[in-house]
């Protein structure tokens, strides 16, 4: 199969520069972005996995996996991911649901010139903040981390969105037909990496904790609640 390169000229990036170096990231001016908490997803988090896929919108779910996949096709998706080899990586809610996520597939043998594959999707109501972006970074580092020399993403070519993330991360492009795959050459780990890989981690496991405990004590109070205006609703009328 020949590609042909769309035209596009990939920014130059320098190691300070890269996607996931800094453990507070800048927007223009200088001014630090917000701290979303991306964490790692392990095999208890299946099921919620599969139910952010499946909640996909036919048009997301199109561009997610590059045709319309079935429900069953998604289901055989996630029960044939190997959490062991592979990484993923989820945003959750306050209410724990998990609006956005991303699968960063690692070869079965590394190799001098190792590359990881990258695929992401975010629910229809979570969009607009950057989520992509922002999981393309975590990956990136952690792909940097584990030794990944190089990073490949494999999307149609109408899925400006994901191609656009590539792009200002200094990928290069090529597109053949519907289809276009976007490689990204990743600069080596540094100690700066590994330590805000950790400390990211950390955080979002916090934060996950933080709103599991919330979410249950919304619950209770919401049963609570309930059972109080059961006991303190007036007796029926005995009015003949």
């Keep these: 199969m020949t590609h042909s390169n769309d035209g596009s000229k990939p920014p130059e990036q320098t190691p300070e520069a890269f996607p996931g170096n800094s453990l507070r990231p800048s927007r223009g001016g200088g001014v630090p972005a917000i701290v979303v908490p991306i964490r790692s997803l392990g095999v208890n988090h299946r099921g919620r996995i599969a139910s952010h896929l499946l ?3 036919p048009q997301d779910r199109y561009l997610r996996f590059g045709f319309g ?13 190997d959490l ?17 996520m991303a699968h960063l597939a690692f070869p079965a043998k590394m190799t001098e010139l190792t590359t990881a ?39 149609l070519s109408e899925n400006t969105a994901m191609l656009r993330i590539a792009r200002t991360a200094g990928a290069v492009v090529t597109r053949d037909g519907p289809e276009s795959e976007a490689r990204l050459r990743l600069p080596q780990a540094t100690l700066d990496t590994r330590i ?4 990211q981690e950390q955080l979002a496991q916090f934060d996950y904790h933080f709103k599991q405990r919330a979410h249950h004590f919304r619950k209770v109070l919401t049963l609570l609640q309930a059972d109080k205006a059961t006991t303190t609703s007036p007796p029926p009328s005995r009015d003949a």
């Design 196 to 199: 805000t890989e950790i400390v």
């Design 84 to 100: 062991a080899r592979d990484e993923v990586f989820g945003i959750y809610n306050r209410t724990l649901k998990l609006i956005a």
């Design 69 to 81: 996949a079935s429900d069953e096709h998604v289901q055989r998706y996630v029960d044939g991911l």
């Design 117 to 155: 594959e990258f695929g992401v999707s975010v629910l229809k109501s979570a969009r607009g903040r950057g989520y992509g972006a922002r999981l393309f970074e975590r990956a990136c580092m952690h792909a940097r981390n584990d030794g990944i020399t190089h990073m490949v993403i494999h999307a």
């Design 55 to 57: 909640s996909l919108e």
